[in-house]
């Protein structure tokens, strides 16, 4: 493994349309600055809404005229096991740019590689499986085909706290599919994406298949959910975002993915074993400085326990490495700008104001090059407190104390969202009761945080629409075509 260190100068991307590498209509560069060094680490397009359109274009005319959607799924499979391989070659270098344009730590960036390796292969394997269905019950009339086709071109639009993960999560399972595919990546954090891009071009993916075009969400994103070229499309963002995509979707109707927001609990019982709940509830609540969709941000604890826990999960939160994102055995980075630091700061500075009392963290840390936030633990909050609804998406948990397990799972509903839950119970059918309840597209008991290619991901109630990865992710990319074959001479109708 080679040693990871900051860059002299920012690396230089060029964005990938119609299988030739580009600078494109505009005339912009976009810098990103390391959010743990302030230092300059990369350079890509400010691509334009023509640059988006002609994406669309290459893209529809692969997917209409080009090879990809008519190769068997076998050949498709072959092609993305090598991407797979490539991606696996080049993991060390993945990782060090995701680092530091993303702030996370080199250790979890490469790891995030390695798993986006994992599906990668998962979905080139899966490939093959994708069938129809035939219906021989329908009488000796009739006999029914059901074909399941690729839905088109595909519009994927990605955020920034996993860049390079939450892309394997979508595009292998689109390509497996036979779909073809436009991604834009977020402005910030597009470097994972743009190197991609080379890997399939190495790889031989015929031109047009995959094209990516850099640039803001208003301007490249909005083209895409504008585009008659494109048939569907899958947003990874906030809520305000998927709002934005419904609303396009209303005057051209594609089909939409959506994941969105959310504001998880952690539901702690107080039969649990209290020193693996605090240490998977510190886990879930700082890994990848809370910028994660499906971390717990919100403390549910049986009351009779609050205290003991609330203790025993500040000392831990008090030890986690939190530092420079190149040092090996940092555990948390930093957040991925100022604007963002500030904000979830702010959040903590109101609900203090508003009567919260912090129980340890509460400020910034590290140095002053980076924005480095304390993982916060923040007891007392008033049920109203804005701490309590909204999706902060930093190192922040807010407790809610409880009295029955109708309450807890009542305090686990009570949020416009629904991505995931985490129970912590020794009691079996207390787990699977709750499990049950809890509104929720992701329930872990006591764990958190884990995942695997063949598990579908996706949010309930303001969380999103849809369906990635596991085998209900290559069927989120298909439409089903039903025919019916007629075996019998005609009963004619007019005689
Ligand atoms: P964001 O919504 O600001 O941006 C996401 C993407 O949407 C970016 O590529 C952005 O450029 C683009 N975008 C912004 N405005 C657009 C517009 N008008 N039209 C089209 N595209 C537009 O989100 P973010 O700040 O990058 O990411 C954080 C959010 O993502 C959080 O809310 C988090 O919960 C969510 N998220 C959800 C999941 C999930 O699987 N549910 C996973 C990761 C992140």
């Known amino acids: 493994m080679s ?9 230089r991307w060029r964005m990938y349309i119609g299988g030739r590498f580009t600078d494109g209509s505009g005339q912009t560069l976009m810098t990103r600055k390391s959010p743990g060094h302030g230092t300059p680490v990369a350079q890509w397009p400010a691509g334009t809404a023509e640059d988006a359109q002609a994406a669309g274009i290459a893209a529809r005319q692969a997917f209409d005229r080009g090879p990809w959607p008519r190769l068997s799924a076998g050949e498709r499979s072959t092609l993305l096991f ?28 490469r790891g995030e590689v390695r798993g986006a390796v994992d599906i990668w292969r998962f979905a080139a394997g899966a490939a093959r499986s994708m069938a129809g269905e035939t219906l021989n019950n329908l009488g000796d009339r009739v006999l029914a085909l059901v074909l399941r086709e690729p839905i088109g071109v595909v519009g994927v639009i990605t955020p920034w706290n996993f860049p390079f993960f939450i892309l394997a999560e979508r595009l292998p399972f689109i390509l497996a599919a036979g779909c073809t595919a436009v991604v834009k990546p977020a402005e910030s954090t597009s470097g994972t994406t743009l190197r991609l891009a080379e890997l399939l071009h190495e790889a031989g993916l015929p031109e047009g298949v995959v094209n990516v075009v850099s640039g ?25 975002t998927g709002r934005k995509a419904i609303a396009a979707s209303a005057g051209n109707i594609k089909k939409l993915g959506l994941e969105l927001g959310g504001k998880n609990p952690h539901i702690v019982f107080a039969d649990a074993d209290l020193d693996d709940a605090a240490d998977g509830v510190a886990f879930g609540m700082a890994f990848n400085a809370g910028q994660c969709c499906v971390g717990g941000s919100r403390l549910v604890v049986a009351r009779s326990v609050a205290e003991a826990f609330v203790a025993k999960l500040a000392e831990k939160l008090q030890r986690i490495r939190v530092g420079d994102p190149l040092d090996e055995s940092t555990q948390v980075g930093a957040l991925f700008d100022g604007a963002h ?47 309590l609804r909204d999706e902060i998406f930093g190192p922040v948990l807010a407790v809610q104390p409880f009295d029955s397990d109708d309450e807890a799972i009542a305090l686990a509903n009570d949020t416009e969202y629904g991505l995931s839950a985490s129970i912590w119970t020794r009691d079996l059918n207390r787990a ?17 945080l884990d995942n695997g290619p063949e598990t579908p991901l996706g949010g309930m109630k303001q969380s999103g629409l849809g369906r990635e990865a596991g085998l209900a992710g290559i069927e989120e990319y298909t439409e089903l075509k039903t025919a019916h074959l007629n075996l019998q001479p005609r009963v004619r109708w007019l005689g």
């Open 3 to 11: 040693k990871a260190s900051l860059p002299t100068e920012p690396r």
């Open 432 to 448: 699977m009761r709750t499990m049950r309840e809890v509104k929720a597209g992701r329930v872990w008991i006591n764990t958190t």
């Open 216 to 240: 803001l969400g208003s301007v490249v994103g909005q083209a895409l959910l504008d585009s008659p070229q494109v048939d569907m499309i899958s947003v990874t963002g906030s809520t305000a």
């Open 82 to 109: 090598k991407v797979a391989d490539l991606i696996e070659q080049h993991a060390d270098e993945l990782g060090l740019i995701e680092c530091l344009e993303t702030g996370k730590p080199i250790a979890q960036a």
């Open 341 to 387: 630091m500030d904000k979830v700061l702010g959040y903590i500075q109101r609900g203090v104001e508003g009567g919260a009392r912090v129980v340890c963290g509460g400020g910034r840390t590290g140095s002053a090059d980076g924005f480095f936030v304390q993982p916060t633990l923040l007891a007392d909050v008033p049920a109203d407190a804005a701490l």
